[in-house]
């Protein structure tokens, strides 16, 4: 099944926008009277018929619209340093959003390389992986936010931070309550500088490690997001 994506989609009719409404005629060759799925984004499944395949403005008929099944009993928000190399970052947030995730924060960090983000590309990226696993909830994407602003922002559920240190013992798979909201940091690839780890004490989050290799930005980030969705199983 092909499933498209429209934020907007609501009621009986819907228009889709030049570059949806291209895309399903002219490139994957759909006619009026064909079958169409479609999410919002926002959890919910719509089951639609084509009723005029204009390339331009291609209309729908909205026929039914279900619950998706992939809402979670609890939330998942983690914030990670974007990385040097722009792709590795892609990489996560795709497979982040296969595996299951609310909201990414990109922070940045004292030991940040990549300081810009391009949302827009990236939310690119999220909707593809959002459509290609079959979801109905499209991830939310901040703008890249300072550290030390970041940290202060209240969050209800449980707080981590991973970083690299013989002191810290604790794993996040014995750390986590499954079914509670839960905040991660994850730093860059010089880690979070001491005065980031203490400022992130300070405002109640718990240092953890993901095991005992090294492992790199977007390698961490795929092993906190898949412990806490496996833990929730």
């Excluded at 996040?172 to 980031?196: C, K, Q």
Aim: with cysteine; hydrophobic share 35%; proline share 5%.
């Amino acid at each position: 099944m092909n499933l498209f994506y429209a934020a907007e989609i609501n009621g009986q009719f819907y228009t889709l926008p030049e570059e949806e409404s291209k895309h399903i005629i002219r490139v994957l060759r759909m006619k009026t009277g064909d079958t169409v799925f479609f999410t919002n984004g926002k959890g919910v499944f719509f089951e639609c018929r084509i009723t005029d395949a204009n390339p331009k403005t291609c209309e729908l008929e909205i026929i039914e619209e279900r619950p998706g099944n992939d809402k979670r009993s609890f939330y998942l928000h983690m914030a990670v340093a974007p990385t040097k190399n722009g792709s590795r970052f892609e990489w996560f947030l795709e497979k982040a959003t296969e595996i299951g995730i609310d909201r990414i924060t990109p922070v940045i960090c004292t030991h940040s390389e990549r300081k810009v983000v391009k949302t827009e590309r990236l939310n690119r990226v999220l909707t593809a992986a959002m459509k290609q696993s079959l979801k109905s909830f499209h991830p939310q994407l901040d703008e890249a936010t300072k550290f030390s602003r970041f940290i202060e922002q209240a969050f209800d559920g449980e707080k981590f931070i991973a970083y690299i240190d013989k002191d810290v013992t604790l794993e996040l798979s014995n750390a986590y309550t499954p079914g509670r909201n839960v905040l991660i940091l994850i730093g860059p690839e010089g880690d979070f500088s001491p005065d980031e780890v203490e400022l992130a004490k300070q405002n109640g989050f718990v240092p953890i490690r993901l095991g005992p290799s090294r492992l790199r930005t977007e390698t961490a980030g795929i092993a906190a997001c898949h412990t806490v969705n496996l833990l929730n199983l």
